[in-house]
């Protein structure tokens, strides 16, 4: 048995008996993998385990346990600019799923942990125009796990809006986040892009999030 360090992006959370909860997470060290958090019921220690919050923890490596354990675990970043806006915590809840569901458990992606770092900074300091912020994401989470999206490939992908996929493809972010989309045009692009990830990395990508961003950012 031993205990190391380590920083997390939290996915999801499963209740485990009366006080405790299972973690999902991705990390540099660990890539996709779950921690049993002991003692964490009440709802003050749950604020620590928001959707793609950041946080450091203890992580007590155990050959016979299933599950590993993380204990002392505090935020790394205060991200007041996401949790302070229902968008932004939607946007976030909506992220954190596609995670969930794409990456797969004990799956280790090298540069994943590093780049939705980064992203989760991006969002939390933005003050406007983020309503593209999730397609762009979706994007890039492409190229990260190693199946670029690039115009040839997604004209080899049906959908009826391969060219504003294209359009957001040449664009540098900062332009892709100005370009004028209606709220329906937005989520259409998000599922054809997810049935795009989907498709290449087997897995079923439903993300039922994506219903309350709809509704958020029309």
């Not at 992006?9 to 779950?34: A, N, Q, W």
């Not at 972010?173 to 049935?195: D, Q, V, W």
């Amino acid at each position: 048995m031993k205990e190391v360090s380590s920083e997390l992006i939290v996915l999801h959370t499963t209740k485990f008996g009366e006080s405790s909860v299972v973690v999902h997470t991705i990390s540099d060290r660990y890539g996709r993998r779950s921690f049993l958090v002991r003692g964490a019921g009440k709802k003050s220690s749950m604020s620590l385990f928001l959707p793609m919050n950041i946080i450091e923890a203890d992580i007590v490596e155990s050959p016979r346990a299933r599950l590993y354990t993380a204990r002392n675990i505090t935020a790394k970043y205060p991200l007041s600019g996401i949790r302070g806006n229902l968008y932004k915590n939607s946007i976030t809840l909506f992220l954190s799923e596609v995670l969930y569901r794409v990456v797969r458990e004990g799956g280790v992606e090298q540069g994943l942990f590093d780049w939705c770092e980064k992203s989760i900074l991006l969002l939390d300091a933005m003050e406007a125009d983020f309503s593209n912020f999730h397609i762009r994401f979706l994007l890039e989470l492409a190229v990260v796990l190693g199946f670029s999206p690039d115009t040839e490939r997604i004209r080899q992908f049906p959908g009826p809006h391969q060219d504003m996929i294209a359009r957001f493809l040449r664009a540098p972010f900062g332009e892709s986040m100005l370009i004028p989309l209606s709220g329906e045009l937005r989520n259409s692009l998000a599922e054809e892009i997810l049935g795009y990830i989907g498709y290449h990395s087997e897995s079923s990508v439903n993300v039922r999030s994506l219903k309350v961003l709809h509704e958020l950012l029309r």
